[in-house]
C-alpha cells in the first residue's frame, strides 16, 4: 500500500487535575445514536491522534471524541481526549485492585469498570470483585458494588500444566444507557453465575440470567436495549445466548454450524439497521460469519470468509461488515464484507510484534490501535 500517514507524536501527558466546570464542558450530557457507515474505505486512512499510554480495554464514547482506557498497569481508567491528544480525568482504582474490563455509557454520563483484588495466594482463597459507576461530569464515584467472591485455584504444581484460575470480566452499558450488564467467569469447567444486569441511576441489581454456563464472554445489547447476548461455553460447547430483559427470559439459544459442524463463536455484534444479531466463528481452520433474526433466532444468512488459520480476528465493526485480522506471518488487514475490499495495514504504522489490540468507534469511523503495548494509535 502506497499511502502514507503523517504521525503526530503527543509530547507528554497533562497530568493535572481537571475542575469540574472544565471536566462538564468537555464530556456532553447526551449525544445523538452514531449510526455505523459501512461503505467508508480505509485505503488511506489517516493519524488522527498517538496517545502516550497502553491499554488492554479500550472504548469509545458515542460521539468519537473521547477515548476511555484501563492504563497501563491497570491501576486506574483514564479519559482521553482525542482531539487535544491530552488526557482529561483519572478514575483510580482501590488500594489492592485493578481494572480487568471498562465501559462508557452512550449519553456520555457514566464511566463503569469492574475491579479484582490482585492479591496471589499460595493456597485456595476467594478474589473479590467490585463494580464501580463514575459520573463524568464531576469526576466522583456514583456508587460501588460488591459483585461475587471468585475461585482462585490453587497455583499449580512443578511440572503441571494448568495455570492458576483467572476472571474473566465484562461490564457494557444498553444503548439507551439505563441498564448495565456484568459477567465474571472464568476459564475452570466449574458452573458459573449468568449476567447480572444493574440499574445505572440507582446502582441497584435487577436481574441474573438464569443460563448455567462454565464460560460467558463477548456481552453485546440489542440496539434498542431489550436484549442482552453473549457468548458462552455450555456443555462444551460454544453458543450464543439471547436474553430478553423484559419477559427475563431466554430468548434464543445459537450455535454457528458450517456443513455440520460445530465451530467456535469469536465475536458478536448486533445490527445496527437490520433486526440481526451477527456472530464471527471459526473452526479452527476456517472463518465464518452467521446473521440470525433476533427474535426467531433464525438464520438469515451464512458467509466464509478468506480469514484462514494463519490469521486472528482482531477487531469487528458495529456493523459487523468490516474487520480486522492479521499475524506477523501474513500482515494485518481491513475487510469489508460488502464491497469485498482488503487494504494491507497503513505502513507508517510501524511496530514491532504487530498491533495487540484494535477497537472501532461507534459508528465505524475510527480505529484505536495498541500498538506494541507502548501506544494507543487512532485512525480514520
Not at 452514531?34 to 486512512?45: I, M, Q
Not at 454457528?256 to 464471527?280: C, H, K, T
Not at 501474513?330 to 498491533?355: D, E, H, M, R, V
Request: aromatic share 8%.
Amino acid at each position: 500500500m502506497k499511502s502514507t500517514i503523517a504521525l503526530a507524536w503527543v509530547s507528554g501527558v497533562v497530568s493535572c487535575a481537571i475542575a469540574s466546570s472544565a471536566l462538564a464542558q468537555q464530556i456532553p450530557s447526551a449525544v445523538p445514536r452514531a449510526t455505523p457507515n459501512s461503505t467508508k474505505s480505509w485505503e488511506r486512512p489517516t493519524l488522527r491522534v498517538s496517545l502516550p499510554t497502553s491499554a488492554t480495554q479500550l472504548q469509545f464514547s458515542q460521539d468519537g471524541e473521547t477515548l476511555l482506557t484501563d492504563g497501563a498497569n491497570k491501576q486506574s481508567a483514564e479519559l482521553w481526549s482525542l482531539k487535544t491528544g491530552q488526557r482529561i480525568s483519572t478514575f483510580p482504582a482501590k488500594a489492592g485492585f485493578a481494572f480487568c474490563d471498562i465501559a462508557l455509557s452512550p449519553d456520555g454520563q457514566f464511566a463503569a469498570g469492574l475491579l479484582e483484588s490482585r492479591a496471589a495466594p499460595k493456597v485456595q482463597a476467594k478474589r473479590q470483585i467490585e463494580l464501580n459507576v463514575w459520573d463524568l461530569k464531576t469526576g466522583k464515584s456514583q456508587w460501588t458494588r460488591p459483585i461475587q467472591d471468585h475461585t482462585i485455584q490453587t497455583p499449580p504444581a512443578p511440572g503441571q500444566m494448568q495455570p492458576p484460575d483467572t476472571a474473566v470480566c465484562q461490564v457494557e452499558f444498553s444503548p439507551n444507557s439505563r441498564v448495565l450488564a456484568t459477567s465474571i467467569s472464568s476459564r475452570s469447567n466449574k458452573l458459573q453465575s449468568g449476567v447480572r444486569i444493574w440499574n445505572v441511576p440507582q446502582g441497584t441489581l435487577q436481574q441474573v440470567t438464569g443460563s448455567a454456563v462454565t464460560y460467558i464472554d463477548r456481552l453485546a445489547f440489542s440496539p434498542d436495549s431489550a436484549v442482552v447476548g453473549f457468548t458462552t461455553l455450555a456443555n462444551g460447547n460454544s453458543q450464543l445466548h439471547l436474553w430478553n430483559l423484559k419477559t427475563r427470559k431466554l430468548q434464543a439459544k445459537l450455535q454457528a454450524r458450517y456443513e455440520g459442524n460445530l465451530l467456535s463463536i469469536v465475536d458478536i455484534v448486533f445490527s445496527p439497521n437490520q433486526p440481526d444479531v451477527i456472530a464471527f466463528a471459526n473452526d479452527g481452520i476456517f472463518s465464518y460469519l452467521h446473521h440470525w433474526q433476533i427474535k426467531t433466532g433464525k438464520l438469515q444468512r451464512l458467509s466464509r470468509l478468506s480469514i484462514d488459520r494463519t490469521a486472528n480476528l482482531l477487531a469487528l465493526s458495529p456493523d459487523g461488515q468490516t474487520y480486522v485480522y492479521g499475524s506477523d506471518v501474513i500482515g494485518y488487514y481491513i475487510s469489508n464484507f460488502q464491497t469485498n475490499q482488503s487494504w494491507k495495514f497503513p505502513p507508517a504504522l510501524k511496530y514491532n510484534s504487530g498491533p495487540t489490540r484494535v477497537v472501532f468507534s461507534r459508528d465505524g469511523q475510527q480505529m484505536a490501535i495498541v500498538i506494541d503495548n507502548q501506544t494507543i494509535q487512532v485512525i480514520r
